[in-house]
Every structure is written in structure tokens, then in C-alpha cells.
């Protein structure tokens, strides 16, 4: 055996590297010798399913009829569990499960009992740190003895619960005043009372660090708002009908560390609530997803602009569904203006229903706005038709993302590349060092005529563009003539050539930065 095999590190990198549940490369890989045993069987049991593996190291004869995955709802036992049929795996499985990702509904609830008799109110899983609750089609058992002291994440997936297990989540809060992520899916309508339950859970966790619950009344959010070590707080599905007010504690600092806001709403009133009050936190990460109404942008963006510490935002992720909009008027520039004072943007991500109405002047703006930029997606969702207004955006406007946002890899956002002709490039200029390999133009209208002309001259601003996608149901199509979709495909066949024969050299046909209208 070579001596790298001897050290437990390399081991644990390579089991690490294997380990996929269930694998059987992991368990032939124990069976090598007693030195690669240990480190196997750490990658093997630290993530379960479920107690289905707990119950097969069981002695065999205590269930009525052999134990399998399907038969496991309707398992028997011939007798009562002993401490010392779990001698095995306590003393060689039970310490290396660290998260429990599955369901215990499948389990009947005299196997459960048993289970919790026989381990004496001991956890069943000592060194357990992260457990994933599903409990949507049955009811839920005591998960006390799943838990240790260790557990730190917690994921509770109700579906519609009744009283039974709502009341869950005080008895968490008292045995686990230490945790630091939990997580909580239920539904609409037990919103009222999962609030009421939540204002005497969150006091008692002090340590929570990740918050994602559907919604919170305006008393819980005071609470989270003055916990000291909250760094993402995410509402999966806020609704007015509920309240989405938010006014906090006098003298409390808001949010004094968070650096993830995620929400979901059917209107945009409670984010700018809370980044109004939470004038001082240093957010990183912004998302806000408006299905129902019309998203306020103007003052959501002047929030964000407002923020004392905007100099850490860096991504920004708002989709403006608004399914009451009648009207394909799409968003104008004069609500996007507040964006450019937050000047350490790396990815944006802005889809409307109609998209936005963005000329060369102003994306000359953005990108001088924005030098860090990596990642720019700003156009309409794929499932609506393009309106008749053509983008204002030619291509040659795209020329100042090159130059001023050296660090771009993506871009996605709408053109106008109909008219676009050889009297539109340059020869002989420098060569672009743009990074963006991949361009994303949506529904983008491109002239029959000007198909070598654009896969030229975007080869010479993106010379290391690999890719470019389009919408093809959205393309227009007029009778007689080819699609836009297929212009675009040969676009992409014209740069593939333009990359073969130019191999990216200093010579030959190159675009410079040219900012004709």
C-alpha cells in the first residue's frame, strides 16, 4: 500500500470524492481493510434518508416478514426492541450521522414507540447536525429523539398541518435555544396561527444565523429584526392580506449584520418597509420576486440606494411578474436610474413581463455604473409574446460593456439588430479583451442581410463569446421569409468560422468600440 493511503486526510478525500447515497463504492471500499473501513463508513452514513437504515441494523428475527423499502409501512415486530439489539449500531453507525434528509411518516407509529423505548430518551442520532422534517402525509412523530445537542439546522416541511404539528416549533425553540438555521415550508392557510406560534419561538433563538419561513406578522419581524447574528432572512411567500407592515423596536438596531434578503410577495411594500428601516445593514444579496400586482421599482431600487452601507450589495435578483398588467408597456429607465449609485454590482438579474426600455445612452451608463459587473440579465419573462415596440438597444450599444466592464462573462438583454450593416464596423482596431462567453438576446429582431455583419462584429467585441441563445418561440416570424431564430443560428455559425480562422490573434477583422447610434 503506498504511504498517502496511510494518512486519514487523503482517505477522506477520496471517499469524499465517491460518496453519493446509496454507494457501493463506498461499501466495497470498506471492505479493502480496517484502515479505510473508518473513513467509508463516515462518508457512508453521514447522510440518511430516513430510519429505514437504523431498523436493518436490526437483528433479523424481530420482524414478522423480512424488512425492505416497500414493505417498511407495513413492518411487524415479533417482539419489543432491547437496548441490546442496537449495540451494533450505536457503537459503529450512530456517531457518524451528521443530517437526516428524508421522511418518517413511512414508519408505522409502534415501530417509532418501540424505537424511542429502546434507545431510553437518548437521541438516536448523538452527533446529528442538519435534519430535513417532512411531514406532509402523516403525523408527526416525537423527532426529540432524532436530535442532539449538536443539531444546528433544522428544515420542517408541513404541507397543510393541524394543531398537532404546529405545536412542534415551541417545543424546538425550548429544547434548542442554540440553533442557527431553520427552516419552515407550510401552507397559505396556516399562516395566522404558524405567526402566532413564531412570536414565542424567535425570542429564544438568539444564535439563528439563516431564517426562511413563508410570512411573519409585523410582531415576529421586530423580533428577527433585532437578532444579532441574522445574516439571510428569506420570506418564501409574503401576503398583504396578512400585513406588510413593518415599523421596529425604538432604539433597537434592524438587521445589524444580515447580508441575504430573499422575498417573495404579491406586492413590493414590505421590502421597501424593511430596507427603509434597515438603513444600516450590509447586505449583500437582494431578491425580490412580485407575482401578483405591480412591483413599485422606483422606490424598491431607491431603498436599496438608500442603504448607508450600498457600497456591499453586490447581487441584485428582482422578477416583476404582474400578472394585472394589460398593457406591454415595458419599465422605463427612469426606474432602473436609483441602481447606478450601488457601484459594486456583480450580477444583476432583472426579468419584467414586457422587459425594459434600455437605449445605448443608458447602457453606456450602467456599465460605467457598474465596472465589477459579471453577470447582466435584464429582459422580459420567455412565456410572454415580445411586444410590437422594438428594443432601443442596437448593437452597437453593447460595444461599452466591453470596455468598461472587463469582468462580464454574461449577458442577456434585448437588441435591435435589424439594420446593421458593414458601414457599422471598424477594421483594424484593437482587438477587444472582453470576458463574455455567453449572449443571451431573447426575442431580438435581426435583418436577413445583416447576419455576417453582426456575427463580425460581435466577434470582435466578445472575441471569447462561445454561445449565444435565443428565444425561439418568441422570435417573429413573417411568411416568406426566415425566422429571426434562424438568422441567429447562423450568427452563431458565422462566429464558430471568425473563430477558426482568426484564432483570436492581434490581425485580421476586429470591431472596435463604436458608438454610433
Known sequence: MHRCLLIQEVLHLICADISTYPCPDLLALALVCRRFFDASMDHFWRSVPDLLPVLWCLPTNIWRVPLTRRSIENAVLTRAIIPADLKRFKTIYAHRVQASQGSLFQIPADVHQALGFAFQSQPIFPNLVELRYDCREGFPYDIGILLGP???????????????KISLLPMLSEKYPALVCFILDTHYNNFPEIGRQMNYVL????????????????ESLRVVAGLPHLLKLSLTEVDSEFGDTFSPIPGQP?????????????TSTLCINLLRAAIHCPLEEFTLLCGEFALDWYNTFSALA?????????????EDFDSFQESGAPRTTDQLQPLLSLTNLTHIYLRTRYGCDIDNAFLREMATAWPRLQDLDIKAFEIFQPTEQQPRLTLQGLAPLAELCPGLENLAIDIDATHFCFNHINLGSRPSDSWVESLDVHCSPIGQSSVPWVAAYLSGVFPRLRKIEWDRSGCSEVPGEQPDSKRWQEVMNHLAAY???????????????CNSD
Not at 449538536?150 to 398537532?164: D, K, M, V
Not at 429564544?204 to 431564517?211: A, C, F, H, I, R
Not at 473563430?499 to 470591431?511: A, K, M, N, P, T
Open 254 to 266: 434592524v438587521f445589524p449584520v444580515l447580508r441575504e434578503l430573499h422575498i417573495t410577495a404579491d
Open 499 to 513: 473563430r477558426h480562422i482568426h484564432g483570436h490573434q492581434q490581425d485580421g477583422l476586429y470591431c472596435g468600440a
Open 203 to 218: 425570542p429564544g433563538w438568539t444564535q439563528l444565523q439563516v431564517l426562511i419561513v413563508p410570512h411573519l406578522p409585523e
Open 150 to 164: 449538536r443539531i444546528c439546522t433544522i428544515e420542517l416541511i408541513f404541507g397543510n398541518p393541524g394543531p398537532a
Open 306 to 318: 438608500g442603504l448607508y452601507n450600498k457600497a456591499t450589495l453586490k447581487n441584485i435578483h428582482v
